[in-house]
């Protein structure tokens, strides 16, 4: 099935390249604020972008990384989930494996080893599993 776009392609991306570079420099809180954002960006208009699922069972997987940083273990759980069954029903998701929680929380965290300004906070990620 062809999707289409978003009407305003150009402007789109910007906003997501926003967000993302909001999401990498920012502390815990901004971050947080970045993936809220981004998620909004693709629950509107993600469905006519292709593997948009995988793209915000991403975010979400995020953002589970971050309600447990600040505590909150429930929403954290929440997320994760939701991430997760978007993974198990995207292609992209199957084939990279990412099809239990430990694996997304793998994946999430290695992705982040440098780069990711809050994630440099949180160097001990024990304390981080949903």
Request: aromatic letters at 6%.
């Given at each position: 099935?062809?999707?289409?776009?978003?009407?305003?392609?150009?402007?789109?991306?910007k906003?997501?390249?926003?967000?993302?570079?909001?999401?990498?420099?920012?502390?815990?809180?901004?971050?947080?604020?970045?993936l809220?954002?981004?998620?909004?960006?693709?629950?509107?208009?993600?469905?006519?972008?292709?593997?948009?699922?995988?793209?915000?069972?991403?975010?979400?997987?995020?953002?589970?990384?971050?309600?447990?940083?600040l505590?909150?273990?429930?929403?954290?759980?929440?997320?994760?989930?939701e991430?997760?069954?978007?993974?198990?029903?995207?292609?992209?998701?199957?084939?990279?494996?990412?099809?239990?929680?430990?694996?997304?929380q793998?994946?999430?965290?290695?992705?982040?080893?440098?780069g990711?300004?809050?994630?440099?906070?949180?160097?001990?990620?024990?304390?981080?599993?949903?």
């Amino acid at each position: 099935m062809r999707t289409n776009p978003p009407r305003n392609t150009e402007s789109w991306f910007k906003t997501l390249e926003n967000t993302t570079d909001r999401y990498l420099t920012s502390d815990i809180h901004g971050a947080r604020s970045a993936l809220l954002d981004a998620e909004a960006l693709f629950r509107s208009t993600g469905p006519r972008i292709p593997q948009s699922a995988f793209a915000l069972a991403i975010i979400l997987a995020k953002r589970s990384e971050i309600e447990a940083c600040l505590g909150d273990s429930e929403a954290a759980a929440s997320l994760l989930d939701e991430a997760l069954r978007l993974l198990q029903a995207e292609p992209l998701g199957m084939r990279a494996g990412l099809t239990t929680r430990e694996a997304v929380q793998t994946f999430i965290r290695q992705q982040e080893l440098t780069g990711v300004k809050w994630r440099e906070a949180y160097h001990d990620d024990s304390h981080t599993d949903a």
